[in-house]
């Protein structure tokens, strides 16, 4: 089951919705029977944990355990941290992260392992183990759970219910944002949702939809048609119009799932924290990986580089071990290795020269620097056939015997809308216009908010109407980090 498919809206979303208010009803019964002035969330959080292992169990009812037990193991493991003393808690915590390791190790990477080591002249059986949906996120929240209880950053969680509804809470339990246990603690709990949160929930919801079903699966069916099924006669033009429409597809697709689990955390009461900042209005690479996926670069930084000694000690070490892990964490392929790396020397270089010197630079030549090196870098991300991958940048530079632009010409005039609303909608549109009308109209102004809300409503209808029109009949609908 995904966010964007008609049975989600319509069906499960609705009856999650339903079965929630009613929740509330008894949750306010028991605080008036018991004085606790409109604090409690017990049925609530029942309701989100139950439709979460729904959830997670309509597509994957076998790794529903999987999860379960992850979450029991986490949950233990940070009972006893709290509880020990001294050299105790960081072998407790030791315990804890190399049993997420090999939870995700095992059923992420045993078969890229074992197919290693058969390419190097060692026969080793490859096991065929399926990978369970959105390990790589609910792992690494565990793991930062830990973490947080061992520093004492974040208060332990003492009740099982409690760590199920944060690790396996729907909205963002199978491609993310990394919602740190500190950032939802308190609201696990104690939260109220105001008619204000809703009604920005929602939207953002909405925005993420149109995201994902008008933008992204639209441009899928591009990138698809040059860098799948048109790849063995692909020529220079075709090359670029495909990979920036995947460029342009993945920026929407899990930008899209983020406003979309956002938007339903802000219904919810949770805030969780932004996923995405314009990632392709970076002036270098470094912004860029400060903008994308905000999330993981925070979890690698605080837990990984920080630790090893950041800019302190080898610095050059901890980078490249940051992005082989980065590169890593993305899949269990080769190609996901060298994306991690490629990016890694590219940071590394430019802490030692561009960044230095940038103030010098026009801004449009950085833009340009940077989203050239964004395009190969998704070109290197996209193909797990290194082969084909070989096709790909041979046409990209130039080097291939078809001149054909026909198809590539075709695909920009018939799809134009398409293009200037994806590339219009990279850019903070949003920011510019409130920014506009604060302008114009600064302070209070009932005419200011009228003008906000009639577009918002009329955007949100849009978007359904149009989304739902797309997506009966669709058939490639599924996200992209979905898979990680």
């Known amino acids: 089951m995904v966010f964007s498919d008609l049975f989600f809206l319509f069906a499960f979303l609705p009856a999650f919705a339903l079965c929630y208010l009613l929740g509330g009803i008894a949750d306010k019964r028991h605080d008036k029977s018991t004085s606790i002035?409109?604090?409690?969330?017990?049925?609530?959080?029942?309701?989100?944990?139950?439709?979460?292992?729904?959830?997670?169990?309509?597509?994957?009812?076998?790794?529903?355990?999987?999860?379960?037990?992850?979450?029991?193991?986490?949950?233990?493991?940070?009972?006893?941290?709290?509880?020990?003393?001294?050299?105790?808690?960081?072998?407790?915590?030791?315990?804890?992260?190399?049993?997420?390791?090999?939870?995700?190790?095992?059923?992420?990477?045993?078969?890229?392992?074992?197919?290693?080591?058969?390419?190097?002249?060692?026969?080793?059986?490859?096991?065929?183990?399926?990978?369970?949906?959105?390990?790589?996120?609910?792992?690494?929240?565990?793991?930062?759970?830990?973490?947080?209880?061992?520093?004492?950053?974040?208060?332990?969680?003492?009740?099982?219910?409690?760590?199920?509804?944060?690790?396996?809470?729907?909205?963002?339990?199978?491609?993310?944002?990394?919602?740190?246990?500190?950032?939802?603690?308190?609201?696990?709990?104690?939260?109220?949702?105001?008619?204000?949160?809703?009604?920005?929930?929602?939207?953002?919801?909405?925005?993420?939809?149109?995201?994902?079903?008008?933008?992204?699966?639209?441009?899928?069916?591009?990138?698809?048609?040059?860098?799948?099924?048109?790849?063995?006669?692909?020529?220079?033009?075709?090359?670029?119009?495909?990979?920036i429409a995947f460029t342009l597809q993945i920026y929407f697709d899990f930008s899209g799932y983020s406003d979309m689990a956002i938007g339903m955390g802000r219904c919810l009461g949770f805030h969780f924290n932004e996923n995405f900042n314009h990632p392709y209005c970076c002036n270098s690479i470094t912004d860029f990986w400060r903008r994308w996926h905000m999330s993981l670069g925070s979890f690698f930084r605080d837990y990984v580089y920080i630790p090893m000694g950041g800019n302190r000690h080898h610095q050059a070490f901890n980078i490249m071990t940051v992005w082989f892990l980065t590169g890593m964490w993305h899949g269990a392929s080769w190609n996901f290795i060298i994306w991690g790396v490629y990016f890694g020397l590219i940071v590394m270089i430019e802490k030692h020269t561009l960044l230095k010197v940038q103030q010098r630079i026009p801004s449009i030549a950085l833009h340009l620097y940077s989203l050239l090196l964004v395009v190969i870098g998704w070109g290197i991300f996209y193909f797990d056939d290194f082969d084909k991958m070989l096709v790909f940048f041979n046409a990209f530079v130039g080097n291939t015997a078809n001149a054909d632009t026909f198809m590539a010409e075709t695909v920009l005039s018939d799809k134009f809308w398409l293009w200037i609303a994806a590339l219009a909608f990279c850019m903070p549109l949003r920011t510019t216009a409130v920014g506009l009308l604060e302008r114009w109209m600064p302070g209070d102004n009932w005419f200011k908010d009228g003008v906000f809300f009639i577009c918002r409503i009329a955007l949100s209808i849009a978007i359904v109407i149009l989304s739902v029109a797309l997506l009966v009949g669709a058939t490639n609908n599924a996200f992209i980090y979905t898979r990680f």
């Open 37 to 243: 002035a409109g604090k409690s969330n017990g049925v609530k959080n029942l309701v989100i944990v139950a439709f979460s292992l729904i959830f997670y169990a309509w597509g994957e009812p076998v790794y529903v355990f999987l999860m379960l037990a992850c979450v029991f193991i986490n949950y233990l493991i940070g009972l006893w941290i709290n509880a020990a003393n001294g050299g105790w808690r960081r072998f407790a915590l030791t315990i804890g992260l190399i049993a997420n390791i090999s939870i995700i190790g095992v059923f992420k990477y045993a078969g890229f392992l074992a197919q290693t080591l058969n390419d190097c002249g060692l026969e080793v059986s490859v096991p065929n183990i399926a990978l369970p949906i959105g390990i790589s996120f609910y792992t690494f929240q565990s793991i930062s759970y830990l973490i947080d209880v061992y520093r004492k950053d974040s208060p332990v969680q003492k009740k099982f219910a409690g760590l199920l509804l944060y690790i396996s809470m729907f909205p963002q339990l199978i491609a993310g944002p990394i919602v740190r246990y500190g950032t939802v603690a308190k609201e696990i709990h104690e939260r109220r949702v105001t008619a204000k949160d809703f009604a920005d929930g929602s939207f953002r919801f909405l925005i993420g939809l149109g995201k994902k079903v008008i933008l992204a699966n639209q441009l899928s069916e591009v990138s698809d048609q040059f860098l799948v099924n048109g790849l063995n006669d692909l020529s220079a033009a075709g090359a670029w119009v495909g990979i």
